[in-house]
């Protein structure tokens, strides 16, 4: 029978499976964290936090939709100095934590990096990709020249690998990847959630309380395909797929596309945290079957 390694590396980071739990599910505290290092997640990111702490929008905030998850949280989370006590227990953690953070500019976001190391997480992921958050997120990483100030600030104050999540709705994604990939970054994330909405008919009223959300699931795999194949074509840093991975092979998809590890969010709420293992033994099963012995030798087959 074919021996398979599921291990991969982002730059310094050795992963020993390539799940990662996405930022901003079962990622708020400690436990739940832990929860999915013990259900074999390979790396876990935490909730996006900013500065100050930030109650969210009002409810409702999640809507279960016909192929996937519409949401629009608010960025809630406790501020920084209060996840510090989060950040504790995992310091023992065998796998690595990777701190979410958001800012508007390039002051707050080495603020939040320098405060992650500290924490000791072993990497930082920048978002700049959230779909419905004014002054962060999407308007930050739109813009070529703030993007790529952040990111060179935040590498020269930190010895942390920097990740950097981009958004679908990005125009010249290529093009913003290779200005990060210029500005020392050390893996590209794509995608976040797309831009959506649901509205209630017989109220004639959009349902979530911020009206526009960003949909997740099954539905947007896709787009983030396109995305991952767009990416790995124009830059030499690896990229993590994100969107609609609920299965081994929309896994070995992403991989094909050239994705060196990929990101579960919404499938931890459609399979249970039992999907980290659950998509480890559904990839080892297909590369068996089709007798690849390493993640390696999948990663942007389809680029060729
Ligand atoms: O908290 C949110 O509402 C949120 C964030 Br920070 C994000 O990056 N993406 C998303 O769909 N929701």
Avoid at 29 to 56: L, N, Y
Avoid at 167 to 175: G, R, T, Y
Wanted: hydrophobic fraction near 45%; aromatic fraction near 6%.
């Amino acid at each position: 029978m074919t021996v398979v390694d599921l291990s991969s590396t982002i730059g310094p980071l050795r992963l020993k499976n390539p799940t990662m739990l996405a930022s901003g599910i079962m990622d708020e505290d400690a436990g739940s964290m832990q929860r999915m290092i013990d259900c074999g997640a390979g790396a876990i990111v935490t909730k996006s936090i900013g500065i100050q702490p930030r109650e969210g929008y009002p409810n409702p905030t999640v809507l279960e939709l016909e192929s996937g998850l519409l949401n629009a949280m608010g960025l809630p989370n406790p501020g920084i100095d209060h996840y510090g006590k989060e950040m504790i227990p995992l310091k023992k953690s065998k796998i690595p934590i990777i701190g979410s953070i958001y800012a508007a500019d390039v002051k707050d976001f080495i603020f939040l990096a320098q405060k992650m190391e500290h924490f000791g997480a072993h990497a930082v992921e920048l978002n700049v990709s959230c779909p419905h958050a004014k002054h962060y997120g999407l308007e930050v990483g739109c813009d070529a020249v703030l993007l790529q100030n952040i990111i060179s600030s935040v590498k020269q104050k930190i010895h942390l690998p920097v990740f950097v999540k981009l958004s679908p709705h990005i125009m010249n994604l290529a093009e913003i990847a290779q200005i990060a990939e210029h500005a020392k970054a050390d893996a590209i994330v794509v995608i976040n959630t797309v831009k959506g909405m649901k509205i209630d008919i017989a109220t004639a009223r959009p349902i979530l309380a911020n009206k526009i959300g960003g949909y997740s699931g099954k539905a947007i795999k896709p787009i983030g395909i396109r995305c991952v194949y767009d990416i790995a074509q124009h830059v030499d840093i690896p990229v993590i797929g994100v969107g609609g991975v609920t299965t081994g092979e929309d896994a070995i998809e992403y991989f094909m596309a050239g994705a060196s590890a990929v990101q579960i969010g919404s499938a931890v709420y459609y399979r249970g945290p039992e999907v980290f293992r659950l998509v480890c033994k559904e990839i080892q099963a297909w590369m068996r079957k089709h007798r690849y012995e390493k993640i390696t030798e999948l990663i942007g087959v389809a680029l060729q």
